[in-house]
């Protein structure tokens, strides 16, 4: 965006004797997963209503369009649109001027199961209750059965009437009169191939001459941004020493303009440190110019994967300390709080199957006077989906049976769901006929009764 004054032109047939000048406004703080570039110009001064609240909600109705797309209800998108609403489809020459025309288009893009992004984002004011915007979206479709993606450049002239609403009254849609071709987005993929032949050289200025002079390299483990030749190799001297070799797990491929692309997805580097080889997942994305007949990277950034495998297993194998810390504190309502609704609970030496959280409850308050205190012997942690992991082996108490401490082996099951943000067991078994076990726990019961015969 350009940070010069601009002069607006005459809005509506409005004509005043002395132009403005009004300088280009930043566009709405956005979502980092949207992947806007969306730039605002306002045409206008200040509203009733503040004028970054009115393009924000404007730049809004994207989204909430795109959302009607995903009910697959072509009543539910032409709704969207003023009465007098005008739709000019991409791939019709039929202009559509009434409520039903545009439901009946819709009834046949909807069959696609389009779902649309932004590339490139113009919203401007036009009036108080009047925006437009316009640029450059991708859908991704399924034609035959397969994916595909088109790329179409757009204008939404938006109308905020009396109920508050913003409606479309007029939605241009055009092809993309530059066809990109399929040969086009193939050229661009292979650059990650020809950095990474470059990383195989050991060459830091090899790979730094892939960069454009003005690129910005933004590393997976390093604070410091990069923007300079000098600075970037500098930071693939270091790189190299781990003779990385990077393969692409997931790509995702757009031209923004016939010279200009992006690449992003996720790759995993195989790295050798100490003699030992290790492999590393990260996110990228590289956006290239073309000068001169050959692609340059002008902006890479690389960050670690927020979630890894590692750190969720070992969130995982911390819960077993969770429910010991429970145990400690003597409450059975507290362990039981640590199962899932609809939690099972196999005891070690009870034949009932505990299904409800009385039942569990119960079971605790006999075991807790046990006083147990158990660590784990062996573990065998397992992601079985984001939000399901089990961890099973054997776990060793510390209990007390009639004043005397006694030591039990058992082993154990606990399968884990994440419920709201926290990991909860769906399912505890825990086995094994170690006499001891059984004894202590058949005493215990025994004294519970007495307890209770002599209330």
């Known amino acids: 965006m350009q940070a010069s004054m601009r002069q607006t032109a005459s809005v509506n047939g409005v004509q005043r004797a002395a132009s403005r000048q009004v300088a280009m406004r930043p566009a709405p703080t956005r979502p980092a997963s949207s992947r806007r570039a969306v730039k605002v110009q306002a045409l206008f001064g200040l509203f009733k209503q503040k004028e970054s609240e009115v393009l924000a909600e404007v730049s809004a109705q994207f989204d909430r369009w795109n959302a009607a797309l995903q009910t697959k209800d072509p009543k539910q998108v032409a709704a969207l649109y003023a009465k007098d609403g005008v739709l000019l489809p991409t791939v019709s020459n039929r202009v559509r001027t009434s409520p039903g025309e545009i439901e009946e288009y819709f009834s046949n893009f909807l069959q696609l199961h389009p779902n649309g992004k932004i590339d490139d984002s113009n919203v401007r004011l036009l009036a108080e209750d009047t925006a437009i915007n316009s640029g450059v979206y991708t859908f991704d479709l399924v034609k035959d059965g397969k994916p595909a993606k088109v790329q179409a450049?757009?204008?939404?002239?938006?109308?905020?009437?009396?109920?508050?609403?913003?409606?479309?009254?007029?939605?241009?849609?055009?092809?993309?009169?530059?066809?990109?071709?399929?040969?086009?987005?193939?050229?661009?993929?292979?650059?990650?191939?020809?950095?990474?032949?470059?990383l195989q050289t050991l060459d830091p200025a090899k790979v730094a001459a892939m960069y454009a002079p003005s690129a910005v390299l933004l590393p997976t483990v390093s604070n410091r941004v990069r923007t300079t030749p000098a600075e970037i190799q500098d930071y693939f001297v270091n790189f190299l020493q781990l003779k990385p070799f990077g393969i692409i797990d997931e790509s995702n491929v757009r031209m923004l303009a016939k010279d200009l692309?992006?690449?992003?997805?996720?790759?995993?580097?195989?790295?050798?440190?100490?003699?030992?080889?290790?492999?590393?997942?990260?996110?990228?994305?590289?956006?290239?110019?073309?000068?001169?007949?050959?692609?340059?990277?002008?902006?890479?950034?690389?960050?670690?994967?927020?979630?890894?495998?590692?750190?969720?297993?070992?969130?995982?194998?911390?819960?077993?300390?969770?429910?010991?810390?429970?145990?400690?504190?003597?409450?059975?309502?507290?362990?039981?709080?640590?199962?899932?609704?609809?939690?099972?609970?196999?005891?070690?030496?009870?034949?009932?199957?505990?299904?409800?959280?009385?039942?569990?409850?119960?079971?605790?308050?006999?075991?807790?006077?046990?006083?147990?205190?158990?660590?784990?012997?062996?573990?065998?942690?397992?992601?079985?989906?984001?939000?399901?992991?089990?961890?099973?082996?054997?776990?060793?108490?510390?209990?007390?049976?009639?004043?005397?401490?006694?030591?039990?082996?058992?082993?154990?099951?606990?399968?884990?769901?994440?419920?709201?943000?926290?990991?909860?067991?769906?399912?505890?078994?825990?086995?094994?006929?170690?006499?001891?076990?059984?004894?202590?726990?058949?005493?215990?019961?025994?004294?519970?009764?007495?307890?209770?015969?002599?209330?």
């Not at 990109?180 to 020809?194: K, P």
């Not at 640590?338 to 070690?348: C, E, H, N, R």
């Not at 660590?375 to 089990?390: F, G, Q, W, Y």
């Open 153 to 198: 450049r757009y204008s939404f002239t938006y109308k905020r009437l009396d109920d508050g609403q913003w409606y479309i009254v007029d939605h241009h849609s055009s092809g993309m009169p530059e066809v990109v071709a399929d040969n086009d987005l193939e050229e661009v993929a292979l650059q990650f191939d020809r950095w990474n032949a470059s």
């Open 261 to 455: 692309a992006i690449n992003s997805g996720v790759y995993t580097f195989a790295l050798t440190k100490d003699g030992a080889v290790s492999k590393v997942q990260a996110r990228y994305s590289f956006t290239y110019r073309k000068v001169d007949g050959e692609w340059f990277i002008i902006d890479h950034h690389s960050s670690a994967m927020p979630e890894t495998e590692e750190k969720k297993i070992a969130e995982v194998s911390k819960q077993f300390d969770r429910w010991n810390a429970a145990l400690q504190t003597g409450d059975p309502k507290k362990v039981a709080a640590l199962y899932a609704p609809g939690g099972v609970l196999l005891p070690t030496v009870s034949n009932q199957v505990r299904t409800t959280k009385e039942e569990i409850e119960d079971y605790f308050s006999t075991f807790l006077t046990l006083k147990p205190n158990g660590k784990i012997n062996d573990a065998n942690v397992r992601l079985l989906d984001d939000e399901t992991a089990i961890n099973s082996g054997v776990y060793t108490f510390d209990l007390i049976v009639e004043g005397e401490p006694t030591t039990v082996q058992a082993r154990y099951s606990f399968t884990y769901k994440k419920i709201n943000k926290e990991w909860l067991i769906v399912d505890h078994h825990s086995s094994g006929m170690p006499e001891k076990v059984e004894q202590a726990v058949k005493k215990a019961e025994a004294a519970k009764k007495e307890v209770v015969a002599a209330k």
